[in-house]
């Protein structure tokens, strides 16, 4: 995206769960108006209205969250609202403007705030009527707007949980767009192949006058052509050029009545009336009329110069021509055309396909738009435009087929991207929580451990709970990979030395009928990125390719291949990717020779617990953590597949771009820690769960500390001034009334130097980045009572 959204400038806030419930409800009539997608809208104005009552969305919004979630979060309407080609805006009711997508910034060339914008003629004073009306109906319109000579239609929209703001939506007009397309054309490689074939070319407007002509019709109409004559034909009356005989022959005024008669063909492209018309002139060698008069030839000469698709269809309902862009985008087979237009759409389209056609080719002359479904494609409704033809020989309707794969493809990974960053969201916030309370089951399975010996019948039974609780630990890292809120340690690597260094495991990992391939090109650029999460990604790729080529062939196994090389941005260019930015970058390529990700299975690989594999074989988890690491160390992912031929994960990281990149060194041993982890001394505990409390004042009991708690950070600035100094401060960092960083933040003003210790179940990078505060320790939950102890003691050990 070009832009970011403006930051809204809200009153006020007198409740916390009125702007819970207000903003869920300004976002989901956001996502309704541009998405038209009622049970995203109504998912979002749920979740915020649950999350208004009660008092979790009291202690959410009491304290600041991690960097990575705001309160109001409109990035998600945003980005719905970047699938939509129209420009869309939003309004409080100050004025200010507080939010626009992209189409809105290009096409009024800023961000200007309506209804004071570029608009021609009286433009502005019509919107802001509309506006008004909006204010008052509810809803109101504006028609026929120009704004830097585009025509544009508006829809406004009163919204908000106090109809407090509203919603602006400009929508480009169909005939000007189809127009200006025209208008471009004539005067580029294309109005010069028409002129090759005979054919002078010019786009009128509604009133006849000259938009654009490709340069053989200005070479005939004025007796030469420079850039000042094609200036010059704009705006002037078409038929000033034209002469008529008594026969009705028409020619060229410059040339006279000894001339070439010319045959003129008016060509429908759009619905609207005010979109003009495309003329034709062709040459009479025969000296027939005008207007009217047979010119198959021609006719068919011009739909196949055309860069869109077009088609002709005689009086019958049958197929004469389609041009090449008319059969690519309905999928046509060259070696089997259809007869009939309606063998192109789905069986219920066909009646409603062939009476249209059947209406137009018997009379009807303006033109009309179709939503229909094509064979090959029945699950995305593409644009249909049928218009009658007049004067082109056996031609009686013209179609016209917009080619919407690419733009269909955009809307895809748009929704696919914004839902990935829902669930991720999501799944860090349930990481979170569920870090909570596996720190309460291993801190009571540790401290039970220590009043039995392993001989013991509870003994195994209390650590298989351990053991089972450090695997749950670790599906909670998985998710927040895939939320990209983990922790990295992220270092100026070489590609290849990372994928040599796990290319022994993988050997022992794909077993004897899986043969392991690995190729490493020249002259790779380093990269910045966590050595052990790379490992990770490559081992999930790996594993992944592995059991799908066993399941397709158990005996013959297959190959994996991993290779790596350096791609430069002229490759990058030249894929011309809408994901992909141009720069450098060192990829990594992990392909297998299996049979493939079936088509519907390929754009759900990459969500959490998404699984193909049998019931308890799999969590869905390995493809969604690799997702989620490629992300956070700032790389792209992509997977390609075809039926039958295996499948192709590619990984683009960027060049690291310091000037020399220090090399890697073997991370230092780090110094034997002391056995002794008991301590004295007295530690203020401040957490706001009451199970990881009470365990967490327990383990440090135990170890000889004087523990006192709290339970927010209001209670525990309490405790410090009633009971003086501690020696250690152990805070959770999240809490309601008053959260950490703000607690430690006084006690400091108090206290100059006091050590402090935070734990928490969000990753440590993303807090930091919201903690400014210096000289502090970071304990991530869920942690064990040995790890509690031995934090408590590092804390204290440095002051």
Same mark, same amino acid.
């Given at each position: 995206m070009?832009?970011?959204?403006?930051?809204?400038?809200?009153?006020?806030?007198?409740?916390?769960?009125?702007?819970?419930?207000?903003?869920?409800?300004?976002?989901?009539?956001?996502?309704?108006?541009?998405? @038209?997608?009622?049970?995203?809208?109504?998912?979002?104005?749920?979740?915020?209205?649950?999350?208004?009552?009660?008092?979790?969305?009291?202690?959410?919004?009491?304290?600041?969250?991690?960097?990575?979630?705001s309160a109001v979060d409109w990035s998600m309407a945003r980005a719905l609202a970047e699938a939509s080609s129209d420009a869309v805006a939003v309004t409080d009711r100050a004025g200010r403007l507080v939010c626009a997508n992209d189409r809105y910034q290009a096409l009024f060339d800023g961000l200007p705030t309506p209804p004071g914008l570029p608009l021609d003629a009286d433009g502005v004073t019509v919107?802001?009527?509309?506006?008004?009306?909006?204010?008052?109906?509810?809803?109101?319109?504006?028609?026929?707007?120009?704004?830097?000579?585009?025509?544009?239609?508006?829809?406004?929209?009163?919204?908000?949980?106090? =109809?407090?703001m509203l919603v602006w939506r400009f929508a480009i007009a169909a005939a000007h767009d189809a127009a200006a397309t025209v208008a471009r054309l004539l005067e580029t490689d294309t109005g010069e192949r028409l002129g090759q074939s005979g054919i002078?070319?010019?786009?009128?407007?509604?009133?006849?006058?000259?938009?654009?002509?490709?340069?053989?019709?200005?070479?005939?109409?004025?007796?030469? !052509?420079?850039?000042?004559?094609?200036?010059?034909?704009?705006?002037?009356?078409?038929?000033?050029?034209?002469?008529?005989?008594?026969?009705?022959?028409?020619?060229?005024?410059?040339?006279?009545?000894?001339?070439?008669?010319?045959?003129?063909?008016?060509?429908?492209?759009?619905?609207?009336?005010?979109?003009?018309?495309?003329?034709?002139?062709?040459?009479?060698?025969?000296?027939?009329?005008?207007?009217?008069?047979?010119?198959?030839?021609?006719?068919?000469?011009?739909?196949?110069?055309?860069?869109?698709?077009?088609?002709?269809?005689?009086?019958?309902?049958?197929?004469?021509?389609m041009n090449e862009a008319f059969m690519r985008a309905a999928s046509v087979d060259a070696a089997a055309p259809p007869l009939y237009p309606g063998d192109l759409v789905v069986r219920e389209d066909k009646g409603a396909v062939a009476d249209a056609i059947r209406r137009f080719a018997t009379?009807?002359?303006?033109?009309?738009?179709?939503?229909?479904?094509?064979? !090959?494609? %029945?699950?995305?409704?593409?644009?249909?435009?049928?218009?009658?033809?007049?004067?082109?020989? !056996?031609?009686?309707?013209?179609?016209?087929?917009?080619?919407?794969?690419?733009?269909?493809?955009?809307?895809?990974?748009?929704?696919?991207?914004?839902?990935?960053?829902?669930?991720?969201?999501?799944?860090?916030?349930?990481?979170?929580?569920?870090?909570?309370?596996?720190?309460?089951?291993?801190?009571?399975?540790?401290l039970m451990l220590m009043r039995h010996s392993p001989g013991d019948s509870d003994y195994d039974d209390i650590q298989q709970i351990r053991t089972n609780s450090n695997r749950a630990a670790g599906l909670t890292r998985q998710l927040l990979a895939f939320s990209r809120q983990q922790t990295l340690r992220p270092q100026v690597l070489q590609l290849p030395d990372v994928v040599s260094e796990v290319s022994n495991l993988l050997k022992r990992l794909m077993g004897e009928t899986v043969r392991l391939d690995v190729a490493h090109g020249r002259d790779l650029g380093p990269i910045r990125a966590d050595p052990g999460q790379l490992e990770q990604v490559v081992v999930n790729l790996a594993v992944n390719?592995?059991?799908?080529?066993?399941?397709?062939?158990?005996? =013959?196994?297959?190959?994996?291949?991993?290779?790596?090389?350096?791609?430069?941005?002229?490759?990058?260019?030249?894929?011309?990717?809408?994901?992909?930015?141009?720069?450098?970058?060192?990829?990594?390529?992990?392909? !297998?020779?299996?049979? @493939?990700?079936?088509?519907?299975?390929? %754009?759900?690989?990459?969500?959490?617990?998404?699984?193909?594999?049998?019931? =308890?074989?799999?969590?869905?988890?390995?493809?969604?953590?690799?997702?989620?690491?490629?992300?956070?160390?700032?790389?792209y992912i992509f997977a390609d597949s075809k039926p039958g031929e295996g499948a192709v994960f590619s990984i683009f990281f960027p060049v690291h771009a310091a000037s020399a990149a220090a090399p890697i060194r073997a991370p230092a041993r780090a110094a034997a820690k002391p056995a002794e982890i008991w301590g004295t001394g007295t530690i203020l505990l401040v957490e706001d769960e009451e199970m990881v409390r009470a365990v967490a004042e327990r383990a440090l009991t135990r170890q000889g500390y004087q523990v006192l708690t709290a339970e927010n950070g209001e209670v525990a600035l309490d405790v410090l001034t009633r009971s003086g100094r501690p020696d250690l401060l152990i805070s959770d960092v999240v809490m309601p009334t008053m959260d950490g960083p703000t607690m430690v933040r006084h006690a400091r003003e108090k206290y100059p130097g006091l050590p402090v210790l935070f734990m928490s179940g969000y990753a440590e990078e993303q807090l930091r980045k919201s903690i400014d505060i210096d000289d502090v320790a970071f304990l991530p939950k869920p942690f064990s009572v040995q790890q509690l102890a031995e934090a408590a003691r590092d804390a204290l050990a440095r002051h």
């Open positions: 070009a832009s970011l959204p403006i930051a809204p400038k809200l009153a006020p806030i007198r409740a916390a769960a009125f702007v819970a419930g207000g903003a869920a409800l300004a976002a989901a009539i956001l996502i309704f108006f541009v998405a @038209g997608n009622s049970v995203v809208a109504g998912g979002f104005l749920a979740a915020g209205l649950i999350v208004g009552g009660g008092a979790i969305v009291w202690r959410l919004l009491a304290a600041p969250a991690p960097a990575s979630v919107l802001g009527s509309a506006g008004r009306a909006a204010w008052r109906d509810g809803s109101g319109q504006a028609r026929n707007l120009v704004a830097r000579g585009t025509a544009l239609s508006a829809e406004i929209v009163r919204s908000g949980d106090e =109809g407090d002078m070319a010019a786009l009128l407007s509604p009133d006849g006058r000259i938009r654009a002509a490709n340069r053989v019709l200005r070479l005939r109409a004025v007796g030469h !052509d420079d850039s000042a004559d094609a200036q010059a034909l704009v705006g002037r009356d078409f038929t000033r050029f034209l002469i008529t005989d008594s026969r009705g022959l028409v020619r060229f005024e410059r040339e006279g009545l000894g001339g070439m008669p010319l045959r003129i063909l008016q060509v429908p492209f759009a619905a609207d009336d005010d979109a003009g018309v495309l003329v034709a002139l062709v040459d009479d060698e025969d000296d027939t009329p005008a207007i009217g008069a047979s010119a198959s030839a021609h006719v068919r000469s011009l739909v196949s110069l055309m860069p869109f698709g077009m088609a002709l269809v005689d009086r019958d309902g049958r197929f004469l021509q009379g009807a002359t303006h033109s009309t738009d179709m939503a229909v479904r094509l064979k !090959d494609h %029945p699950e995305e409704p593409v644009a249909l435009t049928i218009a009658g033809a007049r004067g082109l020989g !056996d031609a009686a309707v013209l179609l016209s087929l917009k080619d919407n794969s690419e733009e269909s493809r955009l809307k895809r990974e748009v929704a696919q991207a914004t839902k990935m960053q829902a669930v991720g969201q999501l799944a860090g916030g349930v990481a979170h929580d569920f870090n909570n309370i596996l720190t309460a089951i291993i801190g009571h399975c540790d390719a592995r059991d799908a080529m066993i399941s397709a062939n158990p005996r =013959g196994g297959g190959t994996l291949k991993i290779q790596t090389r350096s791609v430069s941005a002229h490759e990058v260019r030249r894929m011309a990717s809408d994901i992909l930015p141009v720069a450098d970058y060192t990829g990594l390529f992990v392909s !297998d020779t299996g049979t @493939g990700i079936p088509p519907e299975v390929l %754009p759900k690989i990459f969500e959490p617990f998404f699984t193909t594999k049998e019931v =308890g074989k799999g969590t869905g988890l390995g493809l969604s953590t690799v997702y989620g690491i490629v992300k956070q160390s700032g790389g």
